[in-house]
């Protein structure tokens, strides 16, 4: 081992920014399990010279024994093993992580619903396929996760031919109607280890403004004093629409639906670009001020993880006035560089680990898992190593667009 480089927590350098949920892809949650359960599943001379915790260091969501800590984050039922009956290497680090350390939210799925992967007639409430995936959906989120979106349907289901086919979902009412039911199920069977949000949909003002007022009171305490949901998770036109969401605020501020120890959280789903970091902060920090001190929002995307899927790097975050983004590369992928002891050239502390050998791994005429030899240098664990990488720098690249802009605003 070269050299011992101390863990760098981001969870310290938080603050009291809106809290992004990096969207953990199933690759990388399986990979950590099956290099934790299956022996040499990554050889011992796989894993870089540096990496004194091992792949398991890898694991974002620990404070000790790990590269970086991360608390907050994001898990969807979509790609999860939904049997809680028998063990999951996919989801061990999910299912068996220590609650003190970190905070998830579970995604329930409902893009499953609407892209057709989930069949079933969602718009009846005796479907038995429909009626199987609700009951597996509501177990894993109150068996895993600190907070879980409810199984909405998205109003634009019926526009998709595939979806509106494989859902029975074929106009806007029926989505709200289908999500009533789900609804419905989740608040009358949940055991109360996990709190749920209410997720408002509409992919244009009336039919947000529809949705919010055919879906508000399952969020009542009022009219659920003992079953209601704790808070609100915006989809469609309602998180990329800052005069809706605005109003929306304005809305659940005067229906009583923005309670302190009751509504405390606000999602936004999809949600990558740093302005609407920046300015999901002043909402956060408005409410806090002028109504509930414990009011957090989160938001989520996945682009760290679809990068290195896409074969790019992270290579810096620019902010300034003509460009304000993390960056993305197309990522070396090279045999020459196989063994290689050149520094990987880019800033995380996975990077301060590794060397270019590490992610360019295959020589020319070494063979792949599968016997062949490929175009590629890479094998699964460069994606891996580049995914650590990647969700390094967003996380750092959203924290460090707060603080700039906290100072811009004080000059």
Not at 109 to 125: A, C, H, L, R, Y
Not at 156 to 177: L, M
Request: aromatic share 12%.
């Amino acid at each position: 081992m070269d050299k011992k480089i101390p863990t760098d927590s981001l969870t310290d350098k938080q603050k009291d920014y809106a809290t992004f949920l990096p969207a953990m892809s199933s690759f990388f949650a399986r990979d950590l399990g099956k290099a934790r359960h299956e022996e040499d599943y990554i050889l011992p001379k796989r894993v870089p010279q540096n990496f004194e915790h091992g792949v398991e260091g890898l694991n974002y969501m620990k404070p000790k024994d790990t590269y970086f800590y991360y608390k907050w984050h994001l898990y969807s039922a979509g790609h999860a093993d939904l049997n809680m009956k028998h063990f999951s290497v996919r989801d061990d680090i999910i299912r068996n992580r220590d609650r003190k350390d970190n905070w998830v939210l579970g995604d329930s799925g409902g893009f499953q619903i609407g892209k057709g992967v989930w069949e079933g007639d969602w718009k009846d409430p005796s479907c038995p396929k429909a009626k199987k995936k609700r009951e597996q959906v509501l177990e894993f989120m109150d068996g895993n996760m600190d907070y879980g979106m409810i199984l909405d349907i998205p109003a634009w289901v019926s526009r998709s031919p595939q979806g509106a086919k494989a859902s029975n979902i074929n106009s806007y009412q029926e989505a709200v109607d289908g999500t009533k039911i789900n609804n419905d199920y989740f608040m009358k069977n949940r055991n109360g280890n996990c709190k749920f949000l209410n997720v408002l949909q509409g992919e244009n003002h009336a039919d947000a403004d529809d949705w919010y007022q055919q879906m508000k009171d399952y969020c009542d305490p009022k009219k659920y004093p003992n079953d209601h949901f704790n808070g609100w998770s915006m989809g469609g036109q309602n998180m990329c629409d800052v005069h809706l969401v605005l109003k929306r605020l304005v809305a659940l501020r005067f229906d009583g639906l923005l309670e302190k120890g009751i509504h405390d959280v606000m999602h936004f789903l999809g949600t990558s670009k740093l302005e609407w970091a920046t300015l999901l902060t002043d909402i956060q920090r408005a409410v806090r001020k002028y109504h509930n001190e414990n009011f957090t929002v989160t938001f989520d995307c996945a682009s760290p993880f679809i990068a290195t899927a896409h074969g790019q790097v992270y290579t810096q975050h620019v902010h300034r006035n003509d460009r304000f983004s993390y960056i993305m590369d197309k990522a070396p992928d090279s045999k020459t560089l196989a063994g290689s002891d050149v520094a990987f050239p880019w800033n995380s502390p996975i990077a301060e680990r590794i060397k270019m050998g590490d992610v360019c791994w295959y020589k020319p005429g070494m063979l792949n898992k599968l016997g062949k030899e490929g175009k590629t240098s890479w094998d699964s664990f460069s994606y891996f190593l580049y995914m650590a990488h990647n969700v390094y720098q967003h996380i750092e690249s959203v924290q460090r667009a707060n603080e700039l802009t906290d100072a811009a605003s004080v000059q």
